[in-house]
C-alpha cells in the first residue's frame, strides 16, 4: 500500500511569509504526527492528530499550527515565518491511537531566506 | 527539553566490527523505545523497538538493550555492514514519541 506522502517536497520562503505544508497518511491510519529536523536538535516533536483532534503539542511557539481532516490528511501551517524555521518537516502516521510504530515521509524541506 | 539524549553525533567503524549505539533518557514513564534509521532524503524507517518490561531484544543482527536503572538503552549491530551507514534515532514512548538527536554511523569497508 501507498506510503506517507508530503507535498510539497521543497519549497522556499521568505521572512515574515506563511506556509502550509501537507500530509496523507497511510490508507486505514488514523494518527498523524508533525516532527522538525534540524541538524543538531534530531526530530522535534511538533504536534499529533487522532481522528481530527490534536492530542498532543510539543514546545513551539503558537506561530505553528496544525489540523487534520476527516479523511485522516493532516495540514500544518506556520505563519510569520522566521529564518530559524528553515528545517525539514516530517509527517508520520499511525496505525493506533497510542502512539505506536510510526512510518515516515520522505519530508518537506523548508528553507527560509 | 531534551528527554531523549544520544550525545555522540557520530560514530565510524571498520565493516564486520560491531557498531554500539547509545542513548539516555530523563522521563521514568516512557514505556515504549524504538530504533528508526534515516538515510538521505528518506523519511526515518523502524528498525527495532523494546518494550519497558524487557531488557533485551533481538532481530538478526540487530540488538537492543534496555537498563531501565541507568535510563539507557543501547543498539548493537553485529557485524557491522557499509550498508548500515546512516543517520540512528532512539525514540522513547509516553503519550508521544520522543526522539534523540540522532547518531550519525559510518561503516568503513
Known amino acids: 500500500k501507498a506510503g506517507v506522502t508530503q507535498t510539497p517536497r521543497y519549497l522556499i520562503k521568505t521572512r515574515g511569509q506563511q506556509v502550509t505544508l501537507s500530509c496523507s497518511p497511510i490508507?486505514?491510519?488514523?494518527?498523524v504526527s508533525w516532527y522538525q529536523q534540524t541538524p543538531g536538535q534530531g526530530l522535534q516533536f511538533l504536534f499529533e492528530?487522532?481522528?481530527?483532534?490534536?492530542?498532543n503539542k510539543g514546545n513551539f511557539p503558537g506561530r505553528f499550527s496544525g489540523r487534520q481532516f476527516s479523511n485522516s490528511r493532516s495540514e500544518m501551517n506556520v505563519s510569520t515565518l522566521e529564518l530559524g524555521d528553515s528545517a525539514l518537516y516530517l509527517c508520520?502516521?499511525?496505525?493506533?491511537?497510542?502512539?505506536?510504530?510510526?512510518?515516515f515521509g520522505e519530508g518537506s524541506r523548508l528553507t527560509v531566506l | 527539553d531534551q528527554q531523549v539524549k544520544q550525545n555522540s553525533p557520530s560514530l565510524s567503524v571498520q565493516e564486520g566490527r560491531i557498531s554500539i549505539l547509545n542513548c539516555d533518557y530523563t522521563?521514568?514513564?516512557?514505556?515504549?523505545f524504538l530504533w528508526y534509521k534515516k538515510y538521505p532524503a528518506e523519511g526515518p524507517t523502524f528498525l527495532i523497538s523494546?518494550?519497558?518490561?524487557?531488557d533485551k531484544n533481538e532481530d538478526g543482527r540487530f540488538t537492543v538493550f534496555l537498563n531501565k536503572s541507568a535510563k539507557h538503552l543501547s543498539l548493537h549491530i553485529v557485524p557491522s555492514q557499509p550498508g548500515d551507514s546512516a543517520v540512528y534515532f532512539c525514540?522513547?514512548?509516553?503519550?508521544?514519541?520522543?526522539f534523540g538527536a540522532g547518531t550519525r554511523l559510518t561503516v568503513k569497508p
Open positions: 525514540a522513547a514512548r509516553y503519550s508521544d514519541m520522543r
Open positions: 522521563n521514568s514513564m516512557f514505556d515504549y
Open positions: 508520520a502516521s499511525s496505525s493506533r491511537a497510542w502512539p505506536g510504530e510510526l512510518f
Open positions: 523494546i518494550s519497558s518490561i524487557k
Open positions: 492528530y487522532f481522528s481530527e483532534t490534536q492530542r
Open positions: 490508507s486505514g491510519h488514523r494518527s
